[in-house]
């Protein structure tokens, strides 16, 4: 007799639900609706161009971005705390003037965490609070709140890059993954081969075409 209790869902198992990227069309909706809302415009145009984890990219500095003549950068690069390599990251015109309107109304100085309360404070907001803030943007866009979470900030980007071009490669360099196989894992892709020789000068582009 088989046993097939392997395969069977236990009662007190918790089943976690696979997080969607934010596709181009929602993207611009949450554009549209934190308009007014400089911070957490700046924390959804960086986290989708950089594609950092939640917590590198809460970890984000005034320093890590912005230049000391107070430019902000095109590109820089983030030490990755899970894995310790260092990733390259792109911004957009998005990202750099959201930067600009966030670092400026909320008087940041160089050493300041960029993500912080709206109502001030020098430390940055935590993972849960950072949960909380995506949630009410589903929540106000009306969407199903279970299908989304920091992920699928971080998944927007690649994904949208691997639909265009195909080039798996890149999308591991973009998100830092050690193993190609882990990036496809991630981004829910069956092939790991498929490669394409060119991509866009600046990555980022690639969601505001």
């Avoid at 969607?20 to 949450?30: E, G, N, Y």
């Amino acid at each position: 007799m088989f046993v097939f209790d392997r395969f069977l869902i236990k009662p007190n198992v918790k089943i976690e639900m696979i997080k969607r990227p934010f596709s181009k069309k929602q993207i611009q909706t949450l554009r549209k609706v934190l308009d007014e809302r400089p911070r957490d415009l700046t924390l959804l145009n960086v986290g989708v161009d950089t594609a950092l984890r939640g917590g590198d990219l809460l970890g984000l500095k005034v320093s890590d971005v912005k230049t000391e003549w107070g430019e902000i950068r095109e590109s820089f690069y983030v030490k990755m705390k899970k894995t310790g390599k260092q990733v390259l990251c792109e911004l957009s015109q998005n990202s750099i003037l959201s930067l600009e309107r966030w670092l400026k109304v909320s008087n940041k100085d160089t050493d300041d965490f960029i993500f912080t309360s709206v109502r001030g404070g020098s430390v940055p907001i935590t993972a849960v609070h950072f949960r909380r803030i995506i949630k009410s943007w589903c929540d106000e866009c009306g969407w199903d709140e279970k299908f989304f979470s920091s992920h699928s900030i971080r998944k927007s980007l690649p994904t949208e890059l691997y639909k265009q071009t195909k080039d798996l490669r890149s999308c591991q360099i973009l998100l830092g993954h050690q193993s190609i196989g882990n990036t496809a894992h991630y981004l829910g892709i069956n092939e790991e081969n498929n490669f394409l020789p060119e991509l866009p000068k600046n990555k980022v582009d690639i969601l505001y075409l």
